[in-house]
Every structure is written in C-alpha cells, then in structure tokens.
C-alpha cells in the first residue's frame, strides 16, 4: 500500500470509529482545512498540521465530588484516572519560536484513561473565544493568510478577510504569552452538555485554570530561547507536580451554544470538576505524540457536543491530520 492509500485508510477507519462523523460533503471541508493549513504552513511530514510543535507529559485527574450531580459521565464516578497530557504551540511549524505570534493560542490536549479500558478526550487552547464561527471560515481564513505574503499587493486576501470576520482580531487581541505551559489558562471555546443520572442537561464550556496565570511583557518574550516553555516543563516537574483545575462555565437557560466566537456573559456560573495532576514529561514524547490523537469528539455517556459546527470539523479535520502524518515515517 502506497503512503496516500495508508493515509485514506487510516482516516476512513477514524471516520467509521466515530459515528458522530456526518456527511460526505463535510468531510470535504475536513480534507480542504487540513489542505489549507498545509497552504499555509507547508507540509511536514510526521508533524500535526496544526499544533506541530508539542510535548506529552503525563498524571491523573480526580474528579471533585459535586461534579457527579451534573453528569453521570464515569469521568466523575469518583476514582482518579490516568491522564496523557499533550501541551503545544499553534501552527504547523514544528519548529515555530514558542512565544511567536504563530506559536498562540497554546494548546493543551487531554486524554482520561477510564477504567473500562476507553479513552476520553478534552483539547483547549488559550483562545478565550474562538475567530471564526464556522469550519469554511476557518479554511478560508488559512487559505487568506497562505494567500498573503510580504509582497502580496494590498488589501491583501488576509487583510480582507480579516475586515470582512472583526471576530478574529477580537480573539486574537485576548492572547498573551504565557511564561509557561503551566501558567496558562485554557478553554474549550465549544460547548457540550452533560446529562446527569437524572436525565438533566446542561449546556458548559471546559476552562482549564492553572494555580496562577503568567503572562510576559511583549520585550520579556522577544528575548526568551526558540524553546522556553519545552524547556522549562521538565525542568518544573522535577520539583514537583503542576496542577490545574478542571473547571465548566455553565450557560444559563437561553445561551446559545452554536456560535464559538461569542463567549457568554462573565458573570455565569463556574463550577469545580477536579484537579488535573501532571508529574513528568515522558522521555519518549517525540515518539508517543506521533502515535496519540486527540479529538474533542471522543466522549463519554453523560456528555455530549452541542450544535457548534465546529466540533464535527475538528473531529473530521484531526482525523485527516493523523491520517497523513501516520503514513509518513
Ligand atoms: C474549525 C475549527 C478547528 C479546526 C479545523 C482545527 C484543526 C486542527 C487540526 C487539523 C489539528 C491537528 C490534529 C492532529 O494531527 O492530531 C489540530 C490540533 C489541535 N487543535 Fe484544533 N482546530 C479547530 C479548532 C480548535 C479549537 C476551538 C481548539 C481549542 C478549544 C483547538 C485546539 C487544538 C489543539 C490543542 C490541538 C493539538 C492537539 C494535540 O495535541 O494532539 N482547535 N486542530
């Protein structure tokens, strides 16, 4: 079997895994976002098409007691699990400087190992909210971009497309850069909705808050190493354990839970689901995060995704990603 055909198998065996996979003409767009990011950032064989650039470290999470009145997900069944954790830079630079404005959002991918042998999956980023509220934007946004060069007549496509979409600067404009993965805060950006034992659902947003949130000054991070923050894990959970907590915004009745660049009101109501414990960075990571893929989609009984188009993208889109960088040695 030739590269391309191991690269279609492996996808069509994802897509059949995951029966929340839709329609042909999506899984088009999924293959045009995973070309569109490759437009843009060049094709590296091996690597993520977004999020090249990573570390897999691993720990537990132990769910706090209350989190099980609001999903009967066995997440929250009250044991600690496992957990492989991946922390990344943006793009699909594999070498990208890590406090370059490529390298934001930062992203953290989570995977619960559950007692009954399955897997689940949590995968934020630093982005408060998201850019763009659809999976052709978010193509469209990489083609502009691939599309804009330094000699590229002005308006640029990127340029246009940024006029014409006010949502990405506003996303954008919340992003620092963090001093360390482990002083960063994470988001979800999708919503999902958990079912309780009693059959009750409720809409929410994953924020993944670390013990305090470190952002450098814009001189401070023009001066730091191509690789700080890979750096400087390791040599942090030498000293000890980094900790962060699970946590869910809750929507209240009427929030809509379709638009990921619309964040909710501040003041709605978030509650504790546990403390995730990372303790070492693996001495493998290069070769175990060629092997682990994260998707948003792969969830327990007790949650599910909401109506936001972006998370069977995501789910369609990282497939196709693994795919091709399976098939490449
Ligand atoms: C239409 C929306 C999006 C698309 C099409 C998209 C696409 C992708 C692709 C193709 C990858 C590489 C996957 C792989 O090879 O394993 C990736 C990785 C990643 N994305 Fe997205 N993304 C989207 C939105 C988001 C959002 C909303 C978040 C955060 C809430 C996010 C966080 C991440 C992270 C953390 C990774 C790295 C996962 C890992 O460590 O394996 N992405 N994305």
Known sequence: MNKNAIAAALTTLIFTALPALASAADANVNVQIVDALQKRYGAHPGYRANHAKGVVAEGSFTPAADASMLTRSPIYAGAAVPVTVRFSDASGLPDVHDAAPDANPHGLAIKLHLPNGTDSDIVVNSLKFFPVATPEDFRDLHLAAAASTPGTPKPTPLETFLKAHPSVAKAVGTLGTPASFADEEYYGIDAFVFTNKDGKKQAFRYVIAPAKVVHLPKEEAAKKPANYLFDELPQRLAKGPVTFHIKAQLAA??????????????????????????????????????????????LTDGIEPSDDPLIPARDGAYAVSFGRRSATP
Do not use: C, E, M, N
């Open 253 to 298: 009745p009427g929030d809509q839970t379709r638009d990921p660049t619309q964040p909710w009101p501040a003041d709605r109501k978030i509650v504790d689901l546990g403390t995730l414990t990372i303790t070492k960075t693996l001495a493998d990571s290069d070769a175990q995060q060629k092997k682990l893929l994260f998707i948003p989609g792969r």
